[in-house]
């Protein structure tokens, strides 16, 4: 075995013949570079650092405001896009509730007019014993809710003679209270039937007939099923009081003495009783009935069919699609088309509401006369 020290020149040439290319690496130089590069890119990135913590806080201003506008941007159309489909809305609205057919609205009221005529108008003091011996009181109402089905036909004529304001005024209540939750019976019988009509795909002809009927009461045209829907309603009980109490001084007037007319409706035609006060040339009058029921009844017709009462209809049925109890003093607001002195008028009638505290009466029952008013309580 022979040793032989292998040179470095050796095997460069050997690597020469076989076509590699050798080349001497100068260290030296080679270490200088990568000193500068690595300076080179530590100097570009303390330089970028700088550069991110001085702009950073523009950027995230403008980013902020970008997005506060993004956002009213997007507020501002939302308002818009509201506010345009209220108004379809609105358009749609203006459109229900518009025409009235008066020919038929109170016809059922005129049937009063076949009844006797031989009505018996009891004394104050034997309507204040009925009361009591029926147990019927105010105060039992207002706590249990709870309202006698006493139905009579005529005020007392001493009502004027009864000194005692707050006795006559909780007689005056007594009276009508049973009359108007009657006739807001009525009503109510009709809506649970209207709605059951309309949630059928098919109609019985009897059916038909009925919302037929139904359309000439409430003076609907055209058979618009959601006119009828926003008239079809009651009446606040509350507020049907303070009216009457306003227009007859809790029972004491002529045209409620004479004529049973307890809210004060005019007519043009028809037998009627002249104001006293009224000019000559004059020719309205006010609505005299032959029963205390037939002016409740025509009451709440005129309300639920005169154009004067539209907002009154809107503001109702804005409260049952809200699905909220009838508010008295909010829907009064409404019926300043009701009397001459406009808004002064609204005032009174909510002056009466709270200081007789008749809002307590607004979700009493009449106990039932007959089965088919057994479910309203």
Do not use: C
Request: avoid cysteine; hydrophobic fraction near 40%.
């Amino acid at each position: 075995m022979i040793n032989k020290k292998i040179k470095f020149s050796d095997i460069s040439k050997f690597l020469k013949k076989k076509g590699f290319v050798i080349k001497k690496i100068d260290y030296k130089k080679k270490f200088k570079l990568n000193n500068l590069n690595s300076i080179s890119k530590t100097i570009l990135s303390s330089l970028l650092v700088i550069f991110i913590f001085f702009t950073a806080p523009v950027l995230i201003k403008f980013i902020e405001e970008r997005s506060v506008y993004t956002k009213d941007y997007e507020n501002n159309s939302k308002k818009k896009l509201d506010k345009k489909i209220k108004n379809l809305d609105n358009q749609k609205l203006s459109k229900l509730d518009e025409a009235v057919s008066s020919k038929y609205v109170f016809e059922d009221v005129l049937q009063f007019e076949d009844l006797p005529s031989d009505v018996v108008r009891l004394s104050a003091s034997t309507i204040e014993q009925l009361f009591k011996e029926t147990n019927y009181s105010l105060n039992d109402v207002r706590e249990k809710k709870l309202v006698k089905p006493v139905s009579l036909s005529l005020l007392p004529q001493e009502m004027k003679m009864i000194e005692n304001t707050k006795k006559r005024k909780e007689l005056f209540i007594q009276i009508i209270l049973p009359l108007i939750i009657k006739e807001n019976n009525f009503i109510k019988l009709d809506r649970i039937k209207l709605f059951g009509v309309l949630n059928k795909n098919k109609n019985t002809t009897a059916e038909k007939n009925w919302l037929e009927k139904k359309f000439k009461q409430y003076g609907v045209v055209n058979k618009d099923l959601s006119t009828l829907k926003i008239r079809m309603d009651e009446i606040p009980v509350s507020m049907a009081i303070a009216q009457a109490a306003k227009e007859t001084g809790w029972g004491t007037s002529r045209f409620a003495q004479e004529g049973n007319a307890l809210f004060g409706q005019w007519t043009w035609s028809g037998d009627g009783i002249k104001p006293a006060g009224a000019e000559d040339d004059s020719t309205h009058k006010v609505m005299k009935f032959k029963v205390l029921q037939a002016s409740v009844k025509a009451y709440q017709r005129n309300l639920n069919t005169h154009s004067s009462y539209r907002q009154f209809r809107s503001a109702r049925a804005d409260f049952r699609d809200r699905k909220k109890p009838l508010d008295s003093i909010a829907l009064t607001e409404h019926l300043d088309k009701y009397a001459e002195t406009g808004k002064e008028y609204v005032r009174i009638l909510q002056q009466i509401i709270r200081q007789n505290e008749l809002a307590d009466f607004d979700d009493a029952k009449l106990l039932p006369s007959s089965i088919s008013l057994e479910s309203l309580i």
